[in-house]
């Protein structure tokens, strides 16, 4: 079942995200950073994060906003799936939960941003494996050697 965020899952998604090797503690502090408002306001607008859950247990994440200065571009934030769980397709279940969130309010472009390095190779794979194309790349931009990717994926808009 994938469900808004409670303020309970805050502990369970940082674990989840601890157990990620590729994710440094800079990057879980910023992704626990979005967690935290949005689990602590649920009248705010920007960052909108649902779990999977199964058995009570959450083994994944996705969050989505809509990208400042535009009228229906969301950005994927982050989508990570416990890498312990034995349970198959937790992060195509949250992207295409997330596809289906931005198409609902009338998003037309889904973003991801990730690395070039070695070490996203199979976040890369999972972006092109679900039909995402890289839209745009930014040599040395995390570091030197390290590539902002881009990933997109424009969703159809339906009439009504």
């Not at 090797?21 to 306001?41: C, G, W, Y």
């Not at 973003?111 to 839209?135: C, H, M, Q």
């Not at 790349?137 to 995390?142: A, K, M, P, S, V």
């Amino acid at each position: 079942m994938i469900r808004k965020i409670k303020q309970a899952d805050k502990e369970k998604i940082e674990e989840i995200l601890n157990r990620i090797p590729n994710f440094t503690k800079n990057e879980i502090d910023v992704a626990m950073e979005l967690v935290s408002i949005a689990a602590s306001n649920a009248e705010q607008d920007d960052y909108h994060i649902y779990v999977y859950e199964k058995g009570e247990k959450v083994l994944g994440y996705h969050c989505t906003g809509k990208r400042p200065l535009t009228d229906a571009v969301y950005d994927l934030y982050w989508i990570a799936a416990d890498p312990d769980t034995e349970v198959k397709g937790v992060g195509k279940m949250l992207l295409e939960h997330a596809e289906k969130f931005v198409s609902e309010k009338k998003g037309r472009w889904i973003l991801a941003e990730t690395s070039s390095k070695e070490i996203y190779s199979r976040t890369r794979n999972f972006y092109l494996r679900n039909n995402y194309s890289i839209v745009a790349q930014i040599n040395d931009f995390y570091s030197m050697g390290d590539n902002l990717i881009v990933f997109g994926k424009y969703l159809k808009q339906t009439e009504g």
